[in-house]
């Protein structure tokens, strides 16, 4: 006798589960079919784009973030970047991680199991012998783990409680059914062997651990009775699982997200991190969006994709700071108006009850709130876009309504007027270059780069001396450079960001026209937001220029030679990531790299660094807005650097700069710890 | 009611600006709406949102100036006028007021508003002379405006060292502004779309019935001598003396050490205000 599987032992009719399983298909379909013609309800957007390596991305995602769990896990942040952090494989996530990796291999396994054995059984008998007992060892284990998962998690979500999560009837329900179900399976399992392995062949029995254990306890009741119950339980077992997923597919549980998640995923957006959408003005009939229908298809499925893990919560440095926006309930909020107004849109209705989605569901403080600084999005497993569509929701505040905050407007008014938001400063943009002898492009062209200064670094009084540090490395190591002087304007990041987006396409094609004029080919920025913007923006509009940030050059000149940098005295410095070069632009190593050539010093890291560096709060035109509740994110993140007990704090961002001076300010190590750009840390060696 | 606004395109005060061999380097320089003028606008479209009828702005300058009166158009004036000739260069507040008048005389108008002054040269003539010569009574420096349903105008005018006069007329009359007057709205994207499409009527010196010697430096009574950069002001630190309480340091700290300066109003007929006036002037010597 060889141990081998038996399909439907002790029960009669059992093909009408085929039955029950193909209404249960059905329903599955239904309410997917449901919710797609609420996703279309969006605007037209192509997320099929790069198919190549989008497959390829994907299927990365699908091995490490979801079968090794490494985003879950937050071994290494980030889908699809491992690199950045080298040796830290620290679990960020550990329980969290785990308890998801125990539920998504327990069930995953499972089902391949009942896959495996539909197979074996209809076509190529193969589970047999001891490759069956090792088969059922390990899928039995598998089961536990579900078990063993869930349990966990109801640990954490009603025991351990953790702000980042939120308790609907939904979860409840979800791990009710996942515990019931695999329970009675198990109590079927038992029943069966105590009827028929423990009697005649005991030895095959543990190869089922958790049936086997479940036997033992049944061997005192009587043949009829086991036999009895085993056809009950076996019905009902049956009868549970085909009506939970009937239920999970028609009340769009949560549990959707086993297949709406990865197909997000897949959907991701394969334009560069620091692009945001471009609004087409003569085709668009709303700017922005006011309404759940104004955004686009993928912006709507994010919603269903989000599991309110929180993750973003956690990691967002407006909630940090105690402000009322958690990117978390901004994807709720979008979702529930997409579920409460969709059924009335798609019969072409008015939607009641109206809810203004801008200012009564998402709230104009909370659409205020946000840096930009695309901490959430690093945070979230499965690849929702909060910023844009936060950027979305200020288009419509800015250019359909014009209702927005007054420190905001002063600033995109100084833009619209005199090209810069540093308003009333009393510098020119070529103030700065005179002692040091650097020339517009109008004066001499015939240079290798242009060096875009950038309106900070080049009007305002703290920042100039960063622009100057620059231009001293750059002469010193014999780079050939110019700058575009009185014809440079506001390369159109902080307009963007606040929403103005006419405003930005404005300033981009403006000054993508001067830099073709002068034929320029490589630039050099300081600032990452114009780096970013000139990079991954200006290519919407025909700008298509080789852009570097200073850090790359240093870095590279220093590793070719070229540049070196003399002893200077003992120095232990920590390096605050700017968002946009780091987040958004993975630069993260060159800085880095430039510290570690400097003589005499010494870099300790803060608690939050690269991916996961936390915000200067100055991103998306903060640095000009007031923060009007909480605490200033500035200072939360000097606290964090003072706690390396660095006597310095370098960063390289002329904003970084500003708002971490402002966050020293008035703190005890105010006279002793100084904030510097990393251009002016070589500088000051020199 | 329809209101006319006199608006002028001028030079960012917010730029750094340069005076090379005489003139100023334009260089990086950019223009705007005179805010003045711009309060204007916004409190004429206030206006005509609350009594109805037509606001029409009236510009004084080079095609450059059409980004002006758009951006005028985009909160909310309906007409734009441009008044420009190649003669017109060089004209001062009197020409520039005579150009207004000819261009503004064929127009039905309840209201005219003009900037107190313009933020590039702070003259602050124009409206004035405009006025005299349309034969309409003016009022200036108005920070608060109503108009009720007759025609009555009640005007809050801000004086010096924070003194305000409430003056109460009818119309037609012209009245320039102060920026406290009101805070001009940041316009839709769609108005200034909008903007960008309305026809914009030009008019040149002989379709404003004008001569050449009428205009330009020829006509302008006024010159331009030399043009220099402002010296900062030196910037007083005041300390109150120790003798004080705290309480009286902290008010002669607020007050930044100045003492309130006597001052009288004359009240009555202009003829009587004029001769108490002219009395005071040549009592303390100020005239001969």
Redesign the interface.
């Known amino acids: 006798m060889t141990p081998s599987r038996e399909v439907y032992w002790n029960i009669e009719y059992a093909q009408i589960v085929y039955i029950l399983a193909a209404v249960a298909v059905g329903f599955m379909v239904y309410a997917f079919y449901r919710r797609y013609r609420l996703w279309r309800l969006g605007r037209p957007e192509n997320r099929l784009d790069h198919i190549g390596s989008r497959v390829k991305e994907f299927l990365d995602a699908f091995v490490f973030d979801g079968l090794l769990h490494r985003k879950f896990l937050e071994i290494a942040p980030g889908l699809g970047h491992r690199k950045s952090a080298p040796g830290d494989f620290r679990a960020k996530e550990l329980y969290p991680g785990m308890a998801h990796l125990f539920l998504f291999a327990g069930a995953l396994m499972l089902l391949l199991a009942t896959f495996l054995d539909f197979i074996s059984h209809y076509f190529f008998d193969f589970l047999r012998g001891g490759f069956y007992l090792g088969f059922s060892a390990v899928v039995d284990s598998f089961g536990i783990l579900l078990i063993v998962g869930a349990v966990m998690t109801i640990v954490r979500r009603y025991k351990q409680k953790p702000k980042r999560l939120d308790n609907k009837p939904e979860d409840a329900i979800a791990l009710t059914l996942i515990i019931v179900v695999s329970v009675t399976g198990y109590i079927v399992e038992g029943l069966r062997i105590a009827a028929t392995e423990l009697q005649t062949a005991p030895s095959w029995a543990p190869w089922s651990p958790g049936g086997y254990v479940l036997a033992r306890a049944f061997s005192g009741l009587s043949q009829e009775s086991l036999l009895a119950s085993h056809r009950a339980i076996w019905w009902l077992h049956m009868v549970l699982s085909i009506g939970a997923i009937s239920y999970v597919a028609l009340y769009w549980n949560r549990l959707w997200h086993i297949l709406v998640s990865p197909m997000n995923v897949f959907l991701k957006s394969m334009s560069p991190k620091g692009a945001l959408a471009t609004v087409a003005?003569e085709q668009a009939e709303r700017?922005g969006a006011g309404r759940v229908q104004d955004f686009t298809w993928k912006q709507l499925l994010d919603g269903d994709a989000c599991t309110r893990c929180g993750r973003c919560q956690d990691a967002c440095p407006a909630y940090a700071s105690g402000k009322p926006l958690n990117p978390k309930k901004v994807i709720q909020d979008i979702k529930w108006q997409l579920e409460n107004e969709g059924p009335y849109l798609l019969k072409g209705k008015t939607p009641n009850p109206v809810r203004d989605m801008v200012t009564q569901g998402v709230g104009e403080e909370e659409i205020w709130n946000c840096t930009t600084c695309r901490a959430c999005q690093e945070a979230c497993p499965v690849a929702i876009e909060h910023v844009q569509k936060l950027v979305d929701m200020r288009r419509d505040l800015?250019?359909?309504?014009?209702v927005?905050p007054e420190t905001a407007?002063s600033a995109?008014?100084?833009i619209e007027?005199?090209?810069h938001p540093w308003?009333?400063?009393?510098?020119?943009?070529?103030?700065w270059a005179e002692a040091l002898g650097i020339k517009p492009l109008s004066d001499k062209s015939d240079v290798e780069y242009l060096y875009w200064v950038g309106c900070t670094s080049a009007l305002e009084d703290r920042s100039v001396k960063m622009a100057q540090a620059v231009g001293k490395v750059l002469q010193r190591a014999g780079i050939s450079f110019g700058i575009l002087?009185?014809?440079e304007s506001c390369c159109g990041d902080p307009a963007r960001r606040l929403g103005n987006d006419?405003l930005f396409q404005k300033q981009a094609r403006r000054n993508i026209e001067v830099m073709k004029r002068y034929g320029v080919k490589k630039i050099i920025t300081s600032c990452p937001h114009g780096y970013n913007a000139i990079k991954n923006e200006y290519p919407q509009f025909g700008g298509d220029f080789e852009v570097i940030h200073y850090t790359e050059i240093f870095a590279r000149l220093i590793a070719e030679k070229k540049l070196e940098v003399p002893k200077g005295s003992m120095l232990t410095v920590t390096y605050h990531d700017p968002c946009y070069l780091g987040r958004y632009n993975d630069i993260y190593q060159q800085p880095r790299q430039i510290l570690a050539e400097i003589p005499n010093l010494t870099l300790v890291e803060m608690e939050r660094n690269r991916e996961r560096g936390f915000c200067c709060g100055g991103g998306g035109g903060h640095i000009w807005l007031e923060e009007t509740s909480g605490r200033r994110i500035c200072q939360l993140r000097v606290e964090e650097a003072l706690e390396t007990k660095a006597q310095v704090i370098v960063t390289a961002c002329p904003w970084c700069l500003q708002m971490l001076e402002l966050g020293l300010a008035g703190k005890p190590e105010e006279g002793t710890v100084r904030v510097v750009d990393l251009a002016e840390l070589i500088v000051e060696r020199f | 009611m329809n209101i006319i606004v006199c608006v002028k395109h001028v030079l960012?005060a917010?730029?750094?600006i340069?005076v090379e061999n005489g003139a100023i380097n334009k260089?990086?320089l950019?223009y705007?709406v005179n805010p003045y003028d711009l309060t204007a606008v916004e409190e004429a479209v206030r206006l005509k949102e609350s009594h109805g009828g037509e606001v029409t702005v009236v510009c004084v300058g080079p095609s450059e100036a059409e980004e002006t009166i758009r951006s005028c158009l985009a909160i909310g004036a309906d007409k734009g006028i441009r008044l420009w000739d190649d003669a017109f260069e060089g004209s001062d507040s009197y020409v520039t007021a005579v150009i207004l008048a000819q261009a503004t005389k064929s127009l039905k108008y309840d209201l005219i508003l003009c900037g107190q002054k313009a933020a590039d040269t702070e003259g602050g003539q124009t409206g004035t002379i405009l006025a005299e010569m349309l034969g309409i009574p003016v009022i200036t420096a108005g920070v608060e405006l109503s108009v009720s349903e007759g025609g009555k105008v009640t005007i809050q005018r801000e004086l010096e060292k924070g003194n305000r006069e409430v003056v109460e007329t009818t119309i037609p009359l012209l009245l320039t502004v102060e920026t406290g007057l009101s805070k001009p709205?940041?316009?839709?994207?769609?108005a200034?779309?909008a903007a960008r499409k309305k026809q914009v009527e030009t008019r040149d010196m002989k379709s404003l019935g004008l001569a050449p010697e009428q205009v330009g430096i020829k006509g302008s009574k006024t010159m331009i001598e030399a043009l220099s950069p402002p010296k900062p002001k030196l910037k007083k630190v005041f300390t109150p003396s120790s003798d004080l309480s705290a309480e009286e340091r902290i008010a002669a700290l607020m007050s930044g050490g100045m003492t309130r300066k006597e001052s009288e109003f004359l009240e009555g007929s202009p003829d009587s205000v004029a001769s108490t006036l002219l009395k005071f002037l040549q009592d303390e010597k100020f005239l001969e």
Not at chain 1, 423 to 431: D, F, T
Not at chain 2, 185 to 190: N, S
């Open positions: 003005f700017f800015v250019m359909e309504r014009a927005f407007e995109l008014r100084s007027d005199i090209g308003r009333g400063s009393a510098l020119s943009r070529e103030s002087g009185a014809e006419y | 960012s917010d730029c750094a340069k260089r990086g950019h705007v709205r940041y316009p839709k994207l769609r200034v779309f």
